[in-house]
């Protein structure tokens, strides 16, 4: 989640050069050399290409060093109208510039699932999925594709969706061989939600608290989380205080800064400062350790993999 291709990026301090054959590089801050770091290679299951003729990398794609990570439906109810999508959501622009393909099938999450572990040793998978209902949201098709990745290959995954109306797909989930769940607030106030998400916003805070509650029974304390932008208009006591009752439920709060993406109409919103994010990660790293809440202990999925933030460091 390093932002590349933003405005702000442009205008960054911080640079570096091209990596050598074994991915080394250095960081730059205005030309002075700050520290060595390195640059994953590509994965070796990009090269392959599924039964019916589709790169790997169509499917899924590696997400840090060893997450793998696909969208199954590339495309959402919400999405078509900004009137109604998440003003900060680019689901649909990598279909369109052919990148992907709008609906991944069990059985090609399976092939490649299989062979990203065999051959790149990735250890976790993310399963996340644009809306495609107001009634499972997204829960079936997590079924189908999970019960078929499970069927090829032991791998742990995270699926990823909007609260159910039934609580019973939770159990359902489960028994399909989705080992942590997520379901993602983004944003904790409804002044917040109504502006950024205004679709989203209606399913409201009270049933992903009550979803949260459902949830976290299933698949266990600290295997339920949601994803939280910092930087949207939320203040630092609403996103604490809310963090607080997830928390207290046994869902991780994974708290992220947020990323403006190009072609949204976010791009141009300005990412959150040091101090702010510091304001929330420090106490909230405090009351993770306190609650017995660790990302490491994590099955799979975006907390794990603590890419996206560095709350995994406020821990200890």
């Known amino acids: 989640m390093v932002p590349v291709y933003t405005g702000h990026a442009a205008r960054s301090p911080f640079a570096s050069p091209p990596p050598d ?38 499917i899924a794609q590696l997400h840090g060093r060893d997450v793998l990570a696909t969208t199954i439906l590339q495309t959402c109810i919400r999405f078509a109208d900004r009137a109604t999508s998440c003003q900060f959501c680019a689901i649909g622009q990598s279909l369109q510039a052919g990148r992907t393909i709008a609906h991944k099938t069990p059985e090609q999450l399976a092939e490649v699932a ?19 209902n ?55 106030t409804p002044e917040v939600r109504a502006r950024i998400m205004p679709g989203k916003a209606t399913v409201s805070i009270q049933r992903y608290l009550h979803a949260f509650a459902a949830a976290v029974p299933v698949f266990g304390r600290g295997q339920v989380s949601t994803y939280i932008l910092a930087g949207l208009g939320d203040t630092v006591p609403a996103i604490l205080d809310m963090c607080s009752r997830l928390v207290a439920l046994g869902v991780y709060p994974f708290v992220v800064p947020f990323v403006p993406i190009g072609g949204t109409p976010l791009e141009g919103h300005p990412a959150p400062t040091p101090d702010f994010m510091r304001a929330i990660l420090l106490p909230l790293g405090r009351m993770l350790k306190e609650a017995k809440l660790r990302s490491e202990d ?6 794990k993999c603590g890419a996206c933030s560095p709350l995994a460091s406020y821990e200890t």
Do not use: N
């Open 21 to 58: 054959a074994q991915g080394r590089s250095v960081l730059l801050r205005d030309g002075v050399r700050l520290a060595p770091i390195s640059f994953p290679r590509p994965p070796r299951f990009y090269a392959h290409e599924t039964f019916d003729g589709l790169p790997y990398w169509k």
């Open 114 to 132: 299989r062979m990203a572990v065999l051959l790149d040793g990735v250890r976790h998978m993310v399963m996340t999925t644009g809306t495609p």
């Open 134 to 188: 107001v009634t499972d949201r997204g829960a079936a098709v997590l079924c189908d594709s999970a019960f078929a990745v499970k069927a090829a290959i032991d791998l742990p995954i995270q699926g990823q969706c909007e609260p159910p109306r039934d609580d019973a797909w939770f159990a359902r989930m489960r028994a399909a061989g989705i080992d942590t769940l997520g379901m993602h607030l983004e944003a904790v």
């Open 298 to 303: 994590s099955k799979a999925g975006c907390g």
